[in-house]
């Protein structure tokens, strides 16, 4: 073939027209090519330790901080930072992870920043942003003080499916010519992989949350159906779940008769009178989630009087309390009762990362337990009276009748004639005791056969409850030790009457607003009531003191009026255990 016949784009053309070119650049330009290629691989490897490094941890503050380290260390930035975003309607940051500050700076700086500014861009606008200098954006705000200075600026989102769940922050690339379109590309490959990585430990730790409300609920169940007193198990329940919930305070509220709420154990921090306080439920929060059945959270718990408004009748004394959930306690049919937490300002972070639905099935297991207990209370009751009503029956059927049978075979024989008159003197007084027996055992009958309750809380519950309405208030009633078994049938009724009388005389005299009333049984029989009323007056009448002391000193004990700490009056009224 002849040259002519060559066509332009032969392989000798095309090394002529190279060869035109200078020898160096070419090798320059191969050489560049080249470092560019191992440069890309080591940012693929470079991204893959990370994605593999994010991944080797289930817990999510340790796996935010991984985030930001590695997305520094794969674009080269001096600082790094994580806004997780909230779940209000604003969607401001809720938690803001950093790396390259020092402890002391972040204290020199003060508050972290909450979403505003070019922060606050990205927040609205979710997609990367890449400045080269900061200052000359329109969105910057600025720095506070004691920030250290920073020019170049990368951010991406942070996506969990199709929700934002934050936005990675980069800023001050370490080479001072600015991030790279390379740069972005990187670390919106990590952000990817880190949605991913941060959902996996949300979920981690929801399971982990759900097993420890699931352990509380267990615990409840197995006091309660052990041999615990109703007090000690409404007190777990309040004490777990605050635990459980990282809350600050938990409050127990039941509905008593008469559609009464009352506040009945506080764990955490609360206002002075609290616990025994009757709840207002007509238009407020406590009464919607009574009608409702849903839980109703309250924000900002401390402000507007929002306290008020979700029905607690004590407005001073509480913790700086942020948010206020309300949730019912009901196992079957109407609501028993309210199990509040409440968060303070210090740790609302926890109350954000609490799924309500996990302490609502607490309360709702809770107060299944309550019920439980009270179905077994109740069938050993029952037991109980259907002994006394065999016994009865026995005592009538069986005994009663032989008796009767033995004292007419005795008089018919005081009858006889060759008896001397000793002898039928003394027939004649067995069956006279006989009668009087034939009466004791009807009356003991009588009394098997009443089905009232012989528990002494319950006889001491309804003695507060009836001085309540001239009091104005619920009093708080508490009981320590083995009140049913130590008190005896005979002390009993002067318990109550010191009881009904001491109240009374608060009623009448005290002007207060609030009252205790202990029964403490160990060694002694304690008896305490105390209120916040104005004392007693000097010249004051003491005759219904003096019936207590009287009462008092008939079973070997004493009796003693003292002032209160922070005045009223304190009232001890003890005797020995029988």
Known sequence: ?????????????????????????????????????????????????????????????????????????????????????????????????????TD??????????????????????????????????????????????????????????????????????????????????????????????????????????????????????????????????????????????????????????????????VSGPSPDGLVGAAMHIDGTAAGAVLDGGEPVVVDNALGEGRVGASGFPIEDGWPELASLALLPMRATGAVAGILALGWSTHSEQLYQNTDLRLPASYAEQATLALHLAQAQEDRGRLAVFEDRDRIGRDLHDLVIQRLFAIGLLLDNASRLSDLNEGAASRISGAVDDIDATIKDIRRSIFELSTTESRDLRAELGASVAMIAPALGFTPQLRTDGPVDSVVSAELRPHLLAVVRETLSNVARHAQATSAQVLLQVGDEIVLTVSDDGRGIAPGSRESGLRNMRERAESFGGTFQTLPGAQGGTVVVWRCPAQ
Request: charge should be negative; aromatic fraction near 4%.
């Open 104 to 265: 002391e700076q972040r204290s020199l700086i003060g508050d972290l920043p909450r979403g505003h500014g070019i922060l606050g861009a990205i927040i609205d606008r979710p997609e990367p942003l890449r400045l080269t200098n900061l200052g000359d954006s329109p969105l910057s705000y600025g720095f506070p003080p004691n920030h250290p200075p920073m020019n170049s600026f990368l951010g991406v989102p942070i996506r969990i499916r199709d929700k934002v769940f934050g936005n990675l922050y980069l800023t001050e690339k370490n080479s001072g010519d600015g991030f790279t379109p390379e740069d972005e590309e990187i670390v919106v490959a990590l952000a990817a992989a880190a949605g991913v990585v941060v959902e996996n430990a949300r979920l981690y730790e929801q399971g982990e949350q759900r097993q420890r409300w699931l352990e509380a609920a267990a615990d409840i169940t197995a006091v309660l159906l052990g041999e615990a007193s109703r007090d000690d198990a409404l007190q777990l329940v309040a004490d777990r779940g605050r635990e459980v919930a990282g809350a600050d305070l938990a409050v127990v509220m039941l509905r008593h008769e008469g559609g009464r709420l009352l506040v009945e154990v």
């Open 1 to 101: 073939m002849s040259p002519t016949s060559q066509t332009p784009s032969s392989p000798s053309s095309a090394l002529t027209h190279l060869s035109r070119a200078p020898l160096d650049e070419l090798l320059v330009e191969l050489l560049q090519r080249v470092e560019d290629v191992m440069n890309t691989q080591e940012q693929l490897r470079g991204l893959l330790d990370a994605v593999v490094g994010i991944a080797a941890d289930l817990s999510l503050d340790r796996v935010l901080e991984r985030i930001v380290r590695a997305a520094c260390q794969l674009a080269d930035a001096q600082y790094g930072a994580l806004g997780v975003l909230g779940a209000g309607p604003d969607r401001r940051l809720r938690e803001f992870v950093t790396h390259g500050l």
